[in-house]
């Protein structure tokens, strides 16, 4: 090499050695600015999410409060944009929830929706929050559920037996009626009069002669059913004698008995519900609850023997005289006629053909020809809500370990 | 009579400016470099810090949140309020502020846990209350609506 190339040939290997320098330089800013812009969209996400959950904890208050004030309003309205996929079936019932905006939400946009299922679980909300941040593109998402006032846990005192009253049976032609007691042999209540269970249960039977207790005779005179007609099946009645149903302050023991701590005004709000979202006996799931306050007759066959239906006739309804089931109109399930402890509200009712059971909280003087009562035993799974053990169902609660985020 | 430079004598004071000039263009370079990796470790160690502040602020949160039984803080806070507690972790202070305020709802309350600490490459390292320290702030807000336990049998 010439001496005079010596010098070039440094420079240009320190001019490479710098550029070198300036690359390694480069990229570890760059990676620097990676691993810094890392680290803040950790912060965002964090607060995103924070900022969700707090959105969550304001929605589950103003639920809380919501039903404090106005149980039944809450569930009044249905918007189906708000079903996620994954709760678009006709069952699902969803609603947003405009939140108190009073407080700083970080520049985030919040979306609360509530939903829940009409038929299987009407007493259980899933609460899905979202925040989104417009400029920073973060996102959190939160959602839990909770159990809401809307029903009670089912009564655990409900008799086996096709009718449940609070008061005396006739029949307006002895013989005309039929009543398939539970445990028939053969099952289905063939007509072999070999039925071992009871075929009708009363509450009160009155104690004609006044000697506290209740006889076999005052037993029969109050329950006046042919022998034909109860195809086998026993008569019950309490041992002693009760108080007569005041209609002025008509008690709830029929009621409770059969709906455990469901309200009249929930059940209603439920049915009002189910029709809302469109509910029918054609749709998938069928509609399982009815309530009618319409004096019409009831001619609609509705329910299963899968999945029995509830028809509440209200006080509404019965407020001169509870309409009838058409004769060959079959209703699978429990049938609830709310006479307010008035017998004549229930004189001369026909109850088409009822598979499961009817309750009435008076006597049946009366029954028209072709009624017919058919014990079955699931005929409370309408109403017989997953409700956990000694829950206090008058309060909103959350589930346990249903709290997730991210969807 | 002039007399004219040899090629070698030229060569030799090229050589040398050309050696100058190498010189310092490699001192550019190296100062370059050396205060870009210093900035490059001065920028990671913040990084690193404020990952540990946020996972801390998470963290109390979190305990916060279960409530007295599982987070004795929380019993304490709801108690007076506002609560502060230190930390140290590879050698940053951590000063972890939580902070209970009521909201226009009855049974909400807001909740803020602010974490504050001395960025890497400053001064007073170990005083984070100092202006300029590294500050973090979760916001978030707690309901009183219980969760159902079911209760044992005896």
């Known amino acids: ?407 | 009579m002039s007399q004219h430079p040899t090629p070698a004598r030229q060569a030799q004071g090229f050589t040398l400016i050309e050696a100058l000039v190498a010189a310092a263009l490699l001192g550019l370079g190296i100062t370059g470099a050396i205060s870009l990796a210093m900035h490059s470790l001065q920028a990671a160690g913040s990084s690193r810090q404020q990952n540990i502040a946020l996972t801390l602020a998470q963290n109390t949160i979190e305990c916060l949140r279960s409530g007295p039984t599982l987070c004795t803080d929380s019993a304490a806070l709801a108690s007076t309020g506002q609560m502060q507690e230190t930390q140290t972790m590879s050698g940053t202070v951590y000063q972890i502020n939580s902070e209970l305020s009521a909201t226009g709802l009855a049974r909400l309350q807001g909740m803020q846990v602010t974490v504050k600490w001395q960025p890497t490459g400053s001064s007073s390292p170990h005083n984070p209350m100092t202006p300029g320290s590294g500050q973090l702030a979760l916001r978030t807000r707690l309901s009183s609506v219980p969760v159902f336990v079911q209760a044992t049998q005896p």
């Open chain 1, 1 to 407: 090499m010439k001496t005079a190339d010596r010098g070039a040939v440094t420079l240009l290997t320190v001019t490479l050695l710098v550029m070198l320098a300036s690359m390694v330089g480069l990229f570890t800013a760059r990676s620097l600015l990676t691993e810094r812009l890392g680290a803040n969209n950790g912060v965002w996400a964090a607060q995103a999410q924070q900022t969700a959950e707090a959105a969550l904890e304001t929605a589950l208050t103003q639920i809380e409060q919501s039903f404090s004030t106005a149980p039944n309003a809450f569930w009044s309205t249905h918007d189906p944009q708000q079903c996620l996929s994954a709760y678009s079936g006709v069952e699902w019932q969803c609603r947003n929830l405009l939140l108190d905006t009073s407080w700083d939400t970080q520049g985030h946009t919040l979306l609360v929706r509530v939903m829940r299922d009409v038929v299987h679980a009407p007493h259980v909300a899933l609460v899905h929050a979202q925040a989104k941040h417009a400029s920073n593109h973060s996102s959190g998402l939160v959602q839990q559920s909770i159990y809401l006032p809307t029903a009670g846990p089912i009564g655990t005192a409900n008799k086996a037996t096709p009718l449940l009253t609070q008061g005396c049976v006739t029949e307006a032609v002895a013989g005309s009626t039929r009543f398939c007691a539970p445990d028939a042999n053969p099952p289905g209540c063939s007509g072999s009069g070999q039925s071992i269970g009871t075929a009708i249960q009363s509450l009160y039977v009155p104690d004609l002669d006044g000697n506290g207790l209740i006889s076999t005779a005052e037993q029969q005179a109050c329950l006046k059913v042919n022998a034909s007609s109860l195809q086998g099946g026993a008569l019950a009645t309490p041992a002693n004698a009760l108080p007569a149903p005041n209609p002025a302050a008509c008690d709830t023991a029929v009621w409770t008995s059969l709906f455990g701590a469901t309200t009249p005004a929930q059940m209603q709000a439920i049915s009002q519900a189910q029709a809302l979202k469109g509910l029918s006996s054609q749709t998938l799931p069928a509609r399982t609850v009815y309530w009618t306050d319409s004096p019409a007759e009831w001619s609609q066959s509705v329910g299963t023997a899968s999945a029995p239906v509830v028809l509440v006739f209200s006080a509404t309804a019965c407020a001169s005289q509870c309409p009838r089931i058409s004769p060959g109109t079959q209703i699978v399930g429990t049938v609830f006629l709310d006479t307010q402890c008035q017998d004549s509200r229930a004189a001369w009712w026909h109850s088409g053909s009822v598979s499961g059971q009817v309750a009435v909280p008076s006597g049946l003087p009366n029954l028209q020809s072709g009624s017919q009562f058919v014990w079955l035993a699931n005929h409370r799974q309408a109403f017989d809500w997953p409700w956990p053990v000694n829950i206090d169902a008058t309060r909103v609660q959350r589930v346990r370990g249903s709290w997730k985020s991210g969807g």
